[in-house]
């Protein structure tokens, strides 16, 4: 039996495509979703209205989508920054970790600072242990060629392990002594949590608005500089790279650390913005480096787009922290997740190739 | 039943984003016959035979086979029909044996395999045709000229009887290619009838019994070869006539004014064996300086060695008493050398930037392209289409990635960009391979020219023809030494020959 139709090459792709595959795919997600919440005796279109209710519909539905959007943002662009020269950072999470974990450590010694010079500094410290952890795995692919994906991700595990040491199996700086009984992060003083501005009377997380910064700085960074010429050259062809005299490895090395350093940024702003001290137990079970790998995706890798599907993913998470109950299946949000990665894959087919159909009657029997 | 066409193609029209490939096409194939189609890069080839084979579907047109009208809309239709090709990029599992290879796919095929059954076919048909390779080998074990027997037992496996090449000898030795010359005679005596795709006129007028000449995506005639001549041929293909002769130079070249110095360089291959031992040669200004040998005797790693794409392992490179840092690409292109490699869309270009992109690959480094680490993207615009007007590169648009472009024009961009960048010192690596003949005379009197205002050029060929009607010196290597440096007065073709298969001379002095 042959196929009903037939994938044929795009020599162009329309420009419309570029959202227009995206957005599909997110429908595609959605209905499938649907499907399967019907089938488990729950009414979709019920709980889809539930969670764009508790998602978006309101100031303050937007302002908790917020929170959970801006380490989405950050992981996001990290995710993005670095796929784009081809080179598969899985590590988002744990260099977001780390980021908390520098950020955590200036917020908690520089307790009495004016307040303007304790937010930059964790900031700075946030970006630097993101970019050290993430120039591990540059340094390893730039130099020994080891696969970047499962060194990105054993350095996950191992950052978790490190959280993990610091606060409850160790006596370390970051750990609270106050606390009896269950273990907790020191908390960072008053004037390290960060400031948070009302925009039409919505508050907006200081993190978010340098999610925002940092997406448009991306963004130029890629289009309009060298670095981002050469970035490009590289992912097409490391063998025209290195004809045209790009220095393949140290890009390498530059690119995972800047990588490393956005998502540095995000745990600063996890430290800053929201939690206020190391939450050992919270970063790992938010997984927001594995989610940004979704925004990312679903993005197409564009920097900007990036923040904007942040915010869409993150009001779905929101909604499912919100809704979780009886009525509501706690791994739906986990699902329409994969869902979106997996549908928004398959989307980058129809972007490379437009499906034709097979109609025309075949010769019934070969002469001889 | 019979019938006087295998194949009949009638005004088919197929149209890409910008181009027209095939615009109102007629081809006729007869049973029993080898039938040539010649056309320059982008004539059409191509496209045709992707028709012909049900990876396209044709605009217009009609297409009859056996005299009756069908239309394919998959290769599985085609291969139904009777018609199978040959690629010039085999599609081979190399971790498979033959036989798994040509069952791989197959139409129909159940889930199981019968393993001996399939064996013995293959050796049936191998024995037949004379296309010796043993069914239990694994393909990456297997030569590239084995290899393409597999590709042709395979279609023959699936029961073809129109089969299409597309430029077969390409990667062939001039032996194998005899061998494959006995095995279409063979195939066509039994009935079956061949396409035989080429730009390659000797060896189109060798092997076909009639010749189709496609030029800029229409017919141009349909000829016996009998009643023909390479020289008509040629002229039909470019639409004019073409000489192969030796170019004359306008300005003597200055061999002792040396721009380009490589002294007793060693350097290693991908693998870490010694692929350069001692290599000593000078280039002087608008000397061109010829290096024959046979394809592996280290010249892809001494071009890569002068570019600063590879380390050296000893010895030093200068350029007007300037050194060259040892694998710093960089270094060299400051230098102003420039380098047309072998592999022009992975490694001279980055096939899926924009044409403008890849004009600026090795200047966008310089103040006029970018400042402050930012780029001036409306002055690389403004370069490109400054060089595609002056190149006569044929583009939609100079923000088209350089991968839909032709072969002949994709080396365009390549010339443009090297010879713009004005550099002392040019690397040319097969800088016609795979070319046309139109496009090969550009790229000739473009090298020739550039020496005649000075440049010191060293051409990297395996195509003897080409090394003399070009050089005016010729190196020959032998399994990474230099054997012989002749003057072209004295440098006859069957002395290098001689020397280009490793026999000693004892004229020719050693550089």
């Avoid at chain 1, 907790?184 to 400031?195: A, H, M, V």
């Avoid at chain 1, 690119?255 to 745990?267: E, F, P, T």
């Avoid at chain 1, 809704?323 to 490379?352: H, K």
């Avoid at chain 2, 296309?131 to 029961?159: C, F, H, N, T």
Wanted: charged residues 20%.
């Amino acid at each position: 039996m042959r196929s009903p139709i037939r994938f044929e090459k795009r020599l162009t792709q329309p420009a419309w495509l570029s959202w227009g595959i995206p957005l599909l795919s997110l429908l595609i997600a959605l209905v499938i979703g649907g499907i399967v919440l019907q089938i488990t005796g729950k009414d979709a279109l019920d709980v889809y209205d539930r969670i764009f209710e508790r998602g978006f519909a309101s100031k303050r539905a937007i302002q908790g989508s917020l929170i959970t959007a801006t380490p989405l943002a950050f992981t996001g662009l990290c995710a993005a920054v670095a796929f784009r020269m081809g080179v598969i950072n899985i590590g988002g999470e744990g260099q977001l970790y780390v980021g908390a974990i520098g950020a955590s450590m200036v917020g908690i010694a520089m307790d009495g600072q004016p307040v303007g010079f304790v937010v930059v500094c964790m900031l700075v410290m946030g970006m630097l242990f993101g970019a050290a952890y993430g120039s591990i795995v540059g340094v390893l692919r730039a130099r020994f060629n080891t696969n970047e994906i499962i060194t990105s991700l054993m350095l996950n595990y191992i950052a978790g392990i490190l959280l993990n040491y610091l606060i409850f199996n160790s006596r370390s700086y970051w750990r609270d002594p106050r606390t009896q009984g269950f273990p907790s992060g020191k908390p960072i003083g008053d004037r390290g949590e960060w400031t948070k501005f009302s925009i039409f009377g919505v508050s907006v997380p200081l993190g978010f608005l340098i999610a925002i910064l940092a997406g448009g700085a991306v963004w130029l960074l890629y289009k309009r500089t060298r670095f981002g010429f050469e970035v490009g050259v590289i992912a097409d062809s490391p063998r025209a790279a290195a004809y045209a005299g790009i220095r393949t490895r140290w890009t390498i090395v530059a690119v995972m650390a800047l990588s490393g350093a956005l998502a540095g940024l995000g745990g600063a702003s996890d430290v800053g913005d929201f939690r206020h001290l190391l939450d050992a137990k919270g970063l790992q079970l938010s997984n927001y480096g594995y989610t940004g790998i979704v925004v990312a995706a679903l993005a197409r890798l564009n920097p900007l787009a990036t923040i904007f599907v942040a915010v869409l993913i993150g009001g779905l998470t929101n909604a499912g922290y919100a809704l979780q109950g009886p009525d509501f299946p706690s791994g739906l949000v986990g699902t329409l997740q994969g869902l979106i990665l997996f549908s928004s894959v398959a989307g980058e087919v129809l972007l490379r190739y437009r499906i034709r159909q097979n109609r025309t009657p075949r010769r019934e029997a070969v002469a001889s | 039943m019979t019938s006087k066409t295998a194949v009949k193609m009638t005004g088919i029209v197929k149209r890409f984003p910008g181009v027209i490939a095939n615009d109102g096409v007629d081809f006729e194939l007869r049973p029993g016959e080898v039938h040539a189609l010649l056309g320059e890069n982008g004539a059409g080839k191509s496209t045709l035979s992707n028709i012909l084979t049900g990876l396209y579907r044709p605009d217009a047109g009609r297409l009859d086979i056996d005299g009756e009208p069908v239309s394919f809309s998959s290769p599985r239709d085609a291969l139904e029909a009777g018609i199978g090709m040959v690629h010039q990029h085999f599609r081979l599992v190399p971790t498979f044996t033959v036989a798994e290879n040509i069952v791989l796919g197959e139409a129909g095929a159940s889930v199981f395999v019968n393993r001996d059954r399939v064996i013995a076919r293959v050796q049936e048909l191998s024995e037949r045709y004379h296309l010796a390779v043993d069914p239990m080998a694994k393909v990456w074990q297997l030569s590239v000229g084995e290899q393409q027997r597999v590709e042709i037992l395979k279609i023959l496996y699936r029961g073809a009887r129109v089969l299409i090449l597309d430029e077969p000898t390409a990667v062939l030795t001039p032996i194998e290619a005899d061998a494959l010359f006995m095995t279409l005679r063979s195939m066509v005596a039994e009935g079956r009838s061949i396409i035989f795709i080429s730009h390659k006129l000797d060896e189109v007028m060798a092997v076909a019994d009639r010749i189709t000449v496609l030029r800029g995506g229409k017919t141009v005639g349909c000829v016996d070869t009998a009643s023909t001549s390479t020289k008509d041929l040629a002229s039909m293909m470019v639409g004019r006539s073409v000489e192969f002769t030796r170019v004359t130079r306008q300005q003597p070249a200055t061999p002792d004014d040396i721009v380009l110095q490589v002294s007793v360089v060693s350097a290693l291959d991908d693998r870490g064996r010694l692929a350069l031992t001692d290599v000593s040669l000078s280039v002087g200004r608008g000397e061109i300086v010829g290096v024959a040998g046979v394809a592996g005797n280290g010249q892809r790693e001494l071009a890569e060695v002068i570019a600063g794409m590879r380390s050296i392992s000893s010895g030093s490179i200068a350029v007007e008493g300037q050194p060259i840092k040892s694998g710093r690409a960089r270094s060299a292109i400051e230098q102003g050398i420039a380098h047309i490699p072998e592999d022009r869309l992975h490694t001279g270009l980055a096939a899926s930037h924009s044409v403008e992109d890849n004009m600026a690959l090795k200047n966008y480094r310089t103040s006029a392209l970018s400042r402050f680490r930012i780029l001036r993207r409306k002055a690389i615009r403004h370069q490109a289409a400054d060089l595609v007007e002056r190149y006569d590169v044929k583009t939609p648009d100079t923000r088209t990635p350089v991968r839909l472009l032709s072969g002949g024009n994709v080396q365009k961009v390549l010339l443009a960009r090297e010879f713009s960048s004005l550099p002392r010192v040019l690397i040319a690596a097969s800088p016609t391979r795979g070319l046309d003949v139109g496009a090969i005379e550009t790229v000739r009197s473009r090298l020739v020219e550039a020496a005649d205002r000075g440049l010191g050029v060293l051409l990297i060929s395996e195509d003897l023809d080409e090394i003399l009607s070009l050089s005016d010196r010729v190196l020959v290597v032998y399994e990474g030494r230099l054997v012989a440096n002749l003057p072209i007065e004295t440098a006859d073709r069957s002395r290098i020959g001689l020397l280009m298969g490793g026999s000693v001379d004892g004229v020719g002095a050693r550089s």
